[in-house]
């Protein structure tokens, strides 16, 4: 039963630290999404990419925030410094994009940080 | 602009009694529409997806949602509620425009089930 992984599983820092997330999507998968989600603004996409290439990471904080794909089955978020408005739940998935563009994303199980 | 309306915020219903979600989107190509649930704790799962074809689509856990493209609608039902489908729901809407994988979300629905 293929599934996105996603560790740690929560993760509790302090202010000013560094975090970082990672996600493993599902073999085979081409398009990695990192999303975050709090109770003021819902689901809101940070990055994506596609073949391991940044596509779009308009909505992540570029000051602090930065994704990479180091190799395919491996995709990471980090946050240098953290901050307390930076705790929320952080989700990865993946999908398989092909010509049609149907691509169906499979959600990981979160990565729920608190900042302090 | 592209958006997912769910107007309900929250919505309450009695175990065995049929249910309803709504989901208006604005999307100026043809859309791809998803419909997620998210356990308490939990990632979002897929219940189901229309891309074309027969405009009602049949998901997992008994869940159906027809697509109505003259009221820009897809709304997700169930005939029987049970206590376990407590959730929070979510519309997505998909590109069409080739290198466009995103999706945009709804807010959700956040489904109470009364014994």
């Known amino acids: 039963d293929a599934r996105v992984t996603q560790t740690p599983r929560d993760k509790v820092t302090e202010m000013g630290q560094e975090v970082t997330m990672r996600c493993q999507p599902i073999?085979?998968?081409?398009?990695v999404f990192w999303y975050r989600q709090t109770m003021m603004q819902g689901l809101e996409l940070l990055a994506y990419f596609r073949n391991r290439a940044p596509l779009d990471d308009s909505g992540m904080p570029k000051d602090r925030f930065s994704a990479e794909m180091p190799d395919a089955t491996l995709a990471t978020l980090k946050i240098q410094p953290s901050e307390p408005r930076d705790s929320a739940v952080y989700f990865c998935?993946?999908?398989?994009?092909?010509?049609?563009?149907?691509?169906?994303?499979?959600f990981g199980p979160g990565t729920r940080l608190t900042v302090l | 602009a592209q958006s997912v309306t769910q107007p309900d915020i929250h919505i309450t219903v009695s175990e065995g009694a049929s249910l309803e979600l709504r989901c208006n989107y604005s999307?100026?190509?043809?859309?791809?529409l998803f419909w997620y649930v998210q356990s308490p704790g939990q990632g979002l799962q897929l219940l189901l997806k229309y891309f074309s074809g027969d405009t009602l689509v049949q998901g997992i856990k008994g869940f159906e949602a027809e697509f109505k493209r003259s009221q820009s609608s897809f709304n997700l039902r169930k005939p029987s509620v049970h206590w376990s489908d407590a959730a929070e729901y979510f519309c997505a809407v998909g590109g069409t425009t080739s290198g466009t994988y995103k999706y945009i979300f709804g807010t959700g629905t956040r489904l109470k089930v009364l014994a």
């Open positions: 999307y100026g190509a043809t859309p791809y």
């Open positions: 998935a993946s999908g398989l994009a092909t010509s049609g563009d149907r691509n169906e994303q499979f």
């Open positions: 073999l085979g998968h081409n398009t």
